[in-house]
């Protein structure tokens, strides 16, 4: 069965640095847009952060030029580097695979949880 699997979150205070990886388990892998989503505390939507469409990047406004996205088709692994980490970065990240209207196509998983805090 197709899942997500994302790792890599912690609390790390502000200016610092944190890897996310997910595994996204699909035999079809290579074919999918990937996308990096947020929800932060309080805040009942899912926001999209990062996307790789054609292994074309792109970013909100927000965290252009902290965060970089991509991807290991070997390893069926999206990753997302995440720099210069700010309090308003504190969120629980998921990734999923994205339709055409950028949305995420698979059951969500579980998350990992970011933290920045002094």
């Known amino acids: 069965q197709a899942r997500l699997e994302e790792s890599g979150g912690g609390l790390v205070q502000p200016g610092g640095s944190l890897r996310l990886s997910c595994v996204v388990r699909?035999?079809?892998?290579?074919?999918?847009?990937l996308g990096w989503f947020r929800q932060a505390p309080g805040k009942p939507q899912r926001e999209r952060v990062a996307?790789?469409?054609?292994?074309?990047?792109a970013y909100i406004e927000s965290v252009k030029g902290r965060f970089t996205i991509s991807r290991d088709n070997a390893k069926n692994t999206t990753y997302l580097q995440m720099n210069d980490l700010k309090p308003e970065d504190t969120a629980t990240y998921y990734c999923n695979t994205l339709d055409y209207n950028d949305n995420g196509i698979m059951p969500w998983g579980q998350g990992t949880q970011v933290t920045v805090s002094s």
């Open positions: 996307q790789i469409k054609a292994g074309k990047p």
């Open positions: 699909t035999p079809i892998f290579d074919y999918f847009a």
